[in-house]
């Protein structure tokens, strides 16, 4: 099968830092590849997935992050460049759309962030032709009765995430800076159990900085560290020793890769029932489902009692990049046979 994947232009694939959307598209590049499908990769010339691939524009674009302008004319050159492909798998926002005006194209299209109302007013008017993807029970459930294709959990390369030998002293907040992934709400549970807490976080962004500067960096010090945005071998040497990843999501969020990244470093997820963590999330064997940050404070002492292995297995057997990619192939195998 001959496969075409669109990545957006704001980060190159993979990303060096935070970038869990281009984090998942390498994966699942890589993936099709090993499986023996001929893969295609539109994306950013800077980007390094070893597959090959096609660009517009040389380097990737944070700054102009959203702007639909940039995404449109990247998308709009990505569909000339795969249209001999089988099947055209965009993670795109306007890509989708533009797929209408290439009937002669199979397309599908993954939603990476939430259905808020704009978003489902622009996926509903393409869901007749363009079979959409969800990334977890939850957020199909969010669609508002519009049709989703498939429901497919992201996966992981349990390689690129090695167990980790021995917990060592401190706790991880592992993220965003932003309010809904509870930065604050880590070193306040952190602080009253008394125990260390690093925070490596993506601050790139001007409310980014503005929450840091009023609601972390007061809370700095005596065992509470900001160790920056971290990526590759520092992000899973920081996973693998921490004791748990403390994830205190106050919004649902669609998935949550961070938290198969701990439990593939054997690390336990002390998190909020919200979003997608109740998909993720074994309570009370491969972390905990809390309901508030008391709850989750009260829980730090029984971190100890989880088995680590089990957080790794439980990786293996549901969030694998194999899996992720045997149920993307099966789904674009529905769509070439008009069977969906």
């Known amino acids: 099968m001959k496969v075409a994947l669109i990545a957006p232009p704001w980060l190159p694939v993979p990303p060096e830092g935070y970038g869990g959307t281009e984090a998942v598209i390498d994966r ?7 499986a023996g ?7 950013t010339g800077d980007s390094q997935c070893p597959v090959r691939k096609r660009w517009l524009l040389p380097r990737a674009m944070p700054h102009m992050l959203n702007n639909s302008i940039v995404e449109l004319r990247h998308v709009m050159h990505a569909y000339d460049a795969v249209a001999d492909c089988d099947i055209v798998h965009d993670h795109t926002i306007t890509g989708m759309v533009h797929a209408l005006a290439h009937p002669e194209l199979q397309v599908v299209t993954t939603s990476h962030g939430p ?3 704009d978003e489902l007013d622009i996926f509903s008017r393409v869901a007749s032709r363009v079979p959409i993807i969800a990334i977890s029970e939850c957020q199909a459930a969010s669609a508002g009765g519009m ?26 907040f592992l993220g965003r800076m932003s309010p809904t992934k509870g930065a604050r709400e880590a070193i306040e549970i952190a602080r009253a159990a008394g125990v260390r807490l690093l925070i490596a976080a993506k601050m790139r962004e001007p409310a980014e900085y503005r929450y840091f500067d009023e609601q972390v960096a007061p809370l700095l010090g005596d065992g509470i560290s900001y160790v920056g945005e971290v990526g590759g071998a520092e992000k899973t040497r920081l996973l693998g020793g921490a004791k748990a990843l403390l994830n205190p999501i106050s919004w649902p969020e669609p998935f949550g890769l961070v938290m198969i990244e701990a439990l593939a470093c054997g690390t336990p997820v002390l998190t909020l029932p919200n979003g997608a963590a109740p998909e993720i999330v074994d309570d009370g064997v491969t972390g905990f489902l809390c309901a508030d940050v008391e709850e989750m404070t009260k829980r730090m002492a029984d971190i100890g009692d989880l088995d680590r292995r089990a957080c790794r297995a439980a990786v293996e057997r549901r969030f694998s990049t194999e899996r992720m990619v045997a149920d993307h192939v099966a789904l674009y195998t529905r769509v070439l046979a008009g069977t969906l």
């Open 147 to 172: 049709p989703i294709a498939a429901v497919i959990h992201h996966g992981l390369d349990l390689d690129a995430f090695p167990i980790g030998e021995v917990a060592d002293d401190y706790f991880l």
């Open 37 to 43: 499908h001929d893969v295609i990769l539109f994306t």
């Open 28 to 34: 699942l590049a890589r993936g099709l590849s090993q």
């Open 115 to 117: 259905f808020g109302y």
